[in-house]
């Protein structure tokens, strides 16, 4: 049962870097449920041919709290928030602002890589881009006439 629910969740939100593949399952999953786990939230922008952005709504986290790890081309997120304690003469009559403990994961296409990561105003901005090795990418090869040119 548990394979079932990973199926149904859409692609697009757990993956950088795959745009095409995405694009085609988003359309598939449109209209499925929300129902998962949205904390915290995130935006995930493409910002160029091979730059792209994860922001994170991360307020009541410090930097000390947060943590971020790339390893095996997964994106590992975590936060926790250390208990404040209370003043005496305070009493909290809401508490609305997020804090629990999370865990966010992301897994990356081939070749994307971390470039940094920033916290400003509540939100954790991690920078990531595709550097693709001179030998994978595609090249040109000439073509000779009548074969006399040919490589051993």
Known sequence: MAN???????????TV?????????EKMTSGASE????YPP???DKLGEDRYRITMAVAGF????LNIVHHNGVL?????????????DVKILH????TRSFE???????????TGAELCDGLLTIHLVREVPEEKKPRMIPIVKDGRNRGG
């Open 35 to 38: 129902g998962f786990e949205n």
């Open 62 to 65: 410090t930097m000390e709290g």
């Open 42 to 44: 995130y935006n995930i």
């Open 95 to 98: 508490r609305g602002i997020g």
């Open 4 to 14: 079932l629910l990973t199926l149904t969740t859409p692609l697009m939100r757990q």
């Open 76 to 88: 590992s997120v975590s936060g926790s928030v250390q208990d404040q304690p209370e003043a005496e």
């Open 17 to 25: 870097g795959f745009d095409r593949f995405n694009d085609l399952f």
């Open 104 to 114: 966010r994961t992301f897994r990356l296409a081939d070749y994307i890589q971390v």
